[in-house]
């Protein structure tokens, strides 16, 4: 094995010293050039950050949807009407959407491991505060400011699998990674749906305590870049390298380039909002639905919407392998269709009798699959066209229109139904179905990725 050696690096000075502890990884002082060494290195470091990462926004997950399986206690016990909960989802929406953009921007140009365990320890801490507590106030605060550090998830994690993975590769690799999000909401789901009948509050006390402990497994776990620890860039990327501006004015050149001139990503962006609009509609509402149209219980029907989950896992990953198999790894081609299907199976879902369980199980599983579907394949699409110059600034603007969804899914959605019944919210629901599909057939002639473009 052959290995170059090379002074110790600094860290940028664009970081204060106040917030060295965030900043990128500098080089190794030993850079591998053996091939054989370097593949064996890839291939290690490559599932480590694929699991690690995967584990993390998980657990994300376990700290941010646990109110939903919550909520019709806390209701109850707090006289919380649907209205207020419904304000409670939406700040924190439009929070972590605002967030997960001005988060993006940063991750872009932060280490990664840094970024991401200072945002999970800070929401499960947030998390503790929030099942303390019981005025209206104390409980909005909590949860608006654990919106904003959740932003803090997903950009570091684009960071990650857009430096160590090819742009020809991120379609299947990031469609694997997507499943972190079902993981993540099948455990919560079954976890508060058990926890939720000894009181409300331990579905915010429990999750938190297992976030912190995920937060030492992410630190030992997890390394910013190939170069950190002694690999060259991952082959396909290595052109963007030369461009990639230095300073306030090259990083505002590289985000105004890569993210803000693009239209399709607006396109994306776009197509985003309301795909998750239906995406937390079920979620979040899922098991109050159940119980007050279909009839069923709270614990069973926290099962059923982990099923959603479940199909969705199924549903993200055929999504990569259909993108890359038949649509030249092209995914808002394949957004089209997984769209439209999802609005045919909400509407099954619909006008299914209360008294056929299994039937309605099995269209919100359907539901479930066609939704994480186009979930999945927009961050592939931002991610790819954006370059791992600006990844996660374009996931983080795909971000901030996908959670301002909330001001329809949560408050919205909490407002129709209170006046009107879940008839006109699933009427509301089916017309974000068909908005999305004709938004995601106007990216049809997106490239695959950016990085012809600058070669």
Request: charged fraction near 10%; charge should be positive.
């Amino acid at each position: 094995m052959i290995e170059t050696t090379q002074p110790p690096l600094k860290k940028p000075q664009a970081f204060p010293r106040w917030l060295c502890f965030f900043a990128p990884g500098p080089p190794a002082a030993r850079i591998l050039t053996d091939a054989l060494a370097i593949d064996a290195g890839f291939r290690s470091w490559q599932s480590k950050i694929l699991f690690s990462s995967i584990v993390g926004y998980a657990t994300f997950y376990l700290v941010r949807k646990n109110m939903s399986v919550a909520m019709p206690a806390m209701e109850h016990d707090l006289q919380i009407p649907k209205n207020i909960l419904g304000t409670f989802l939406t700040l924190h929406g439009v929070l972590y959407g605002i967030s997960k953009f001005a988060n993006g921007f940063f991750a872009d140009r932060c280490n990664a491991r840094s970024f991401m365990v200072v945002g999970l320890a800070a929401s499960a801490i947030l998390n503790l505060f929030f099942g303390l507590s019981s005025s209206v106030f104390a409980l909005g605060v909590f949860w608006m400011l654990n919106g904003w550090v959740q932003g803090m998830g997903f950009p570091p994690c684009a960071r990650l699998l857009t430096h160590w993975f090819s742009p020809t590769k991120l379609a299947t690799k990031m469609s694997i990674w997507n499943t972190s999000h079902c993981i993540g909401g099948v455990v919560i789901l079954l976890l508060t749906g058990y926890l939720v009948s000894r009181g409300w509050r331990l579905c915010f006390f429990v999750p938190a305590a297992m976030a912190l402990v995920c937060v030492v497994f992410l630190w030992f776990t997890l390394a910013d870049t190939p170069a950190s620890v002694g690999l060259p860039e991952v082959e396909g990327t290595k052109a963007v390298s030369a461009l990639q501006g230095e300073g306030r004015q090259g990083a505002w050149t590289v985000l105004v380039d890569c993210v803000f001139r693009n239209k399709y990503i607006w396109y994306v962006s776009l197509a985003n909002f309301f795909v998750y609009t239906l995406r937390y509609a079920v979620f979040d509402w899922g098991p109050t639905v159940l119980k007050e149209a279909k009839h069923i219980e709270i614990k069973h029907g926290a099962w059923m919407v982990a099923g959603f989950e479940v199909s969705g896992a199924i549903g993200a990953l055929l999504g990569g392998w259909v993108t890359e198999r038949f649509f030249g790894g092209r995914p808002m081609r394949a957004c089209i269709f997984f769209m439209a299907f999802a609005g045919i199976s909400l509407l099954l879902f619909w006008q299914a009798a209360a008294e056929s369980k299994i039937w309605i199980a099995a269209l919100l599983c359907c539901t479930g699959f066609f939704i994480y579907g186009p979930q999945c394949l927009i961050g592939i699409a931002a991610a790819n066209l954006a370059t791992k110059r600006a990844a996660a600034s374009a996931v983080g603007l795909t971000g901030l229109f996908g959670y301002s969804s909330t001001l329809l899914s949560g408050w919205g959605l909490g407002t129709l139904v209170k006046h009107y019944g879940w008839d006109a919210a699933f009427i509301g629901l089916l017309i974000i179905a068909v908005i999305g599909t004709i938004v995601s057939i106007a990216a049809w002639p997106a490239k695959a990725h950016g990085y012809s473009e600058i070669t």
